[in-house]
């Protein structure tokens, strides 16, 4: 990993978060035949209206810049005084296995211990099994796994004590 800095975002981000979100779930995408059709709200087609309603709703997203460039984020949402939502953690492509998504879910980890929470979830496509096998090597434990009637895959939840 090089010189990295991590900062919060503001409205002015929305444009480029909503751009690296969508390029960083290309591949995820693609790999389990999602399209806008069968799973519009997949973050490969994020919008610009997406962001801005998340930071409405009091989502805080952060921006994780390597020489220069932003090259991920990640948002942390406050669901209730002791669980957060750690959600559209991204790291475009070529900057990926660099330790940059690790240091952003440690960032929504350190967040989330200041806010006074316990836990941080995750939810994830069920089958992306390497993904999956990612999370429980930084601390994630499995909870439980559902099907959506409006989703074609099953999402699988995690947790992560603090």
């Known amino acids: 990993m090089k010189n990295f800095k991590i ?7 929305i444009g480029f978060l909503a751009e690296i979100i969508r390029i960083s779930f290309r591949d995820v995408a693609k790999r389990f035949e999602l399209t806008s059709e ?5 973050p490969s087609n994020c919008t610009e209206h997406w962001i ?10 952060f921006a994780l810049k390597n020489e220069g460039r932003i090259v991920g984020c990640a948002a942390c949402e406050q669901a209730n005084s002791t669980t957060c939502y750690l ?3 991204a790291v475009l492509p070529h900057h990926r296995k660099q330790g940059f998504g690790k240091a952003l879910v440690e960032h929504i980890l350190s967040e989330a211990r200041k806010s006074g929470a316990d836990c941080v ?10 993904l999956k096998g990612w999370y ?3 601390g994630f434990v499995e909870k439980e796994t559902k099907v959506f009637p409006h989703l074609p895959f099953k999402v699988t939840f995690m947790s992560y004590k603090l």
Do not use: Q
């Not at 900062?7 to 981000?13: A, F, L, S």
């Not at 069968?38 to 997949?42: D, Q």
């Open 52 to 61: 801005k309603d998340d930071l409405e709703r009091g989502a805080t997203y």
């Open 38 to 42: 069968n799973a519009p709200r997949h």
């Open 87 to 89: 959600e559209r953690l």
């Open 136 to 138: 429980k090597r930084i």
């Open 121 to 130: 979830n995750i939810g994830i496509i069920s089958e992306h099994t390497d």
């Open 7 to 13: 900062r919060t975002c503001t409205k002015e981000d």
